[in-house]
């Protein structure tokens, strides 16, 4: 069995989580394509689909909504998993729902077997200046918050879900 992990990234944590998802998936025997929504992948010829996500000022990347909406009837037809990375995420309040989530798959008529949210980073570097003086506004925490243990252990356990 084969499974797409496409994942759409601005500063490039997400990147970082789905390559860490592909090697827990993989040593639980789940072959694995990791590719950038910005190849614009067809999930038609993959038995199952994990899609991540940066998150951007509470909405996950136009890149992966659009994506997920045009091929929304094929992602129906298999198993779905679903995560996002947003420097958020680091409060432990925020990784049960997250507003950005929440709102993509209010949006799809998907059922995903798994939906995870996880920190990432918010490294100023890397961010555009006008999001800098808002983040800086809010008196958002900065540094590296992801969890790349906590992906891999979600990663062990969707891999029986997507085998179906």
């Known amino acids: 069995m084969t499974a797409l992990v496409a994942y759409a990234t601005h500063s490039g944590a997400t990147r970082t ?7 827990a998936l993989t040593e639980q025997g789940v072959d694995c394509a990791l590719v950038d929504l ?5 999930p038609a010829g993959y038995d199952a689909v994990v899609l ?11 890149s992966a909504s659009s994506w997920a909406k045009k091929y929304e009837s094929t992602l ?6 679903f995560f996002s ?4 995420a680091a409060n432990p309040a925020k990784r049960e729902h997250s507003k950005a989530t929440d709102g993509l798959l209010k949006d799809l008529s998907l ?9 990432g980073w918010v490294l100023m570097d890397r961010i ?28 062990r356990e969707i891999a029986p879900l997507l085998k179906g």
């Open 52 to 62: 991540g996500s940066g998150v951007r000022i509470e909405s996950v990347e136009k």
């Open 17 to 23: 989580l789905a390559e860490t998802l592909v090697g």
């Open 85 to 88: 990375c947003s420097g958020g």
């Open 111 to 119: 059922t995903p077997v798994a939906v995870a949210n996880f920190p």
């Open 76 to 81: 129906a037809a298999k198993p779905f998993a």
């Open 38 to 42: 910005a190849e614009a992948p067809d």
């Open 128 to 155: 555009p200046l006008h999001e800098r003086v808002m983040l800086k506004s809010m008196r958002t925490p900065v540094g590296d918050f992801r969890d790349l243990d906590a992906v891999a252990a979600w990663g």
